[in-house]
């Protein structure tokens, strides 16, 4: 029912700061909470969730640096990267949580992020 469209990536320096955006057809609040993902090599890693109440969690590795964060009436959901480093490079994807599945929805095309050092 709900379609979420990653965009927002691009070229930036180490340092520098980006916001992704993830934008749905449809109310965020169909879904217990949206993550942002990102996949460099190999397997996809979760970086941030928030949930319907606004609770978030981080990863250890963007801690103190990205903030994720939603506008609900335009039923998006951002993810503020600040003081990139050139690890951060990575495909950027969104995906819903219901329950305790994460990932219910096939994933897109993702944004692409790239930290120049």
């Known amino acids: 029912q709900v379609q979420l469209v990653e965009s927002g990536g691009g070229l930036v320096q180490a340092g520098g700061s980006l916001r992704l955006s993830c934008a749905a057809s449809?109310?965020?609040?169909?879904?217990?909470?949206v993550g942002w993902y990102r996949q460099a090599a190999g397997q996809r890693e979760l970086v941030a969730t928030i949930?319907?109440?606004?609770?978030?969690v981080y990863a250890a590795s963007v801690k103190g640096r990205f903030t994720i964060s939603r506008d609900n009436a335009k039923n998006t959901v951002y993810l503020q990267m600040n003081s990139l480093k050139p690890e951060d490079t990575a495909v950027y994807y969104c995906?819903?949580?219901?329950?305790?599945?994460?990932?219910?929805?096939?994933w897109g095309q993702g944004t692409q992020v790239t930290v120049s050092s």
């Open positions: 995906n819903a949580h219901v329950g305790v599945q994460a990932a219910v929805l096939e």
């Open positions: 449809g109310s965020i609040f169909s879904f217990d909470a």
């Open positions: 949930s319907r109440g606004g609770n978030t």
